[in-house]
């Protein structure tokens, strides 16, 4: 053990991250007994307790890259987190994925009802936008940090890479086709929290550049990964349906180069991404080592 792997191996670097991202989630979330009181329920419940918290700690790793503190993306890290949770919220219905397990228990719309996820889903949304537009005391960058997430997050990310996912499903569309829907639906917010994190830290355009490149090559692989677990894990290790990607017919990096050609090719995206980090001088080694877990996480 060296001096340096304390407290930068990938667990402890989430667990840390999960203790500052749920305690400001907490309080930037309408409480429970709120008006109307089912909808922040089902906000709550699909933001707290939560998952990893990965597109947080990227972000918050990447404001430290820069020489920032953590404290000055902490908003913006929730604010993706809460895009990432809408997201989630809104995959699982029965209209996409019909999905009833996330997270390690009932999806949003199994305990709360289609309407109320839906609903609870674009407030969600509509927070996360309100969040970042406060995420900094100088108004250019509140601007920057709106049409980056706007950006990552509409018809040319996210939302878009879904709609060509929900489209794809039972359709040969190739490792190139798989590899599109990926950088939209997964890549461009990831690649966003990195930006997010190298603006609020102060850094330069070319740094939050890199970051955003490194992001976007790391969100390929962290889905690729995705895809691989769900054709080789379990309900009970995920947390969330395993084996669905197959029974739906899904364009997935397995269904086109199999399970073993897909490890590699997530291998080599997440080396990619971490060449752009060295080549643009940005040496951080939870950056580093969150980028490996990308690929090695069994969940
Ligand atoms: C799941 O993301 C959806 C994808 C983009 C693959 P995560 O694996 O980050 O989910 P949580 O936040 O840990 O539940
Ligand atoms: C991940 O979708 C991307 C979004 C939710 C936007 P998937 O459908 O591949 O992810 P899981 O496996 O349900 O988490
Ligand atoms: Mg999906
Ligand atoms: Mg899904």
Known sequence: M??????????????????LVD??????????????TPLHQAMRYACLPGGKRL????????????????????????????IHTF???HDDLPALDDDTLRRGRPSCHVQFGEALAI????????LAFRTLAACSDEAPICAEAVLTAAEASGSAGLVGGEVLDVLSEGK???????????????????AASCKLGGLLGGGSEGQTRALFDFGRTLGLAFQIADDVLNETSTADVLGKAAGSDRSRDKA???????VQQSQERARQEVEAALAILSSRDLDSEKLKVLANHCVKRAS
């Open 2 to 19: 060296g001096r340096y792997t304390r407290g930068v191996d990938a667990g402890g670097i989430l667990a840390e991250v999960k203790s």
């Open 23 to 36: 305690s400001r989630l907490d309080e930037l979330l309408p409480g429970e007994s709120v008006e109307p």
């Open 55 to 82: 597109r947080p700690a990227l972000c918050l790793a990447s404001a430290e890259a820069v020489g920032g503190s953590r404290l000055d993306a902490l908003d913006a890290a929730c604010a993706l987190e809460m």
């Open 87 to 89: 997201s989630l919220v």
């Open 119 to 126: 609903l609870a889903g674009d407030a969600l949304f509509a």
């Open 172 to 190: 040969e569309v190739g490792a190139e086709g798989v590899r599109m829907i990926h950088e939209r639906k997964t890549a461009a917010l990831i």
């Open 252 to 258: 997935t990096f397995p269904s086109v180069l199999g």
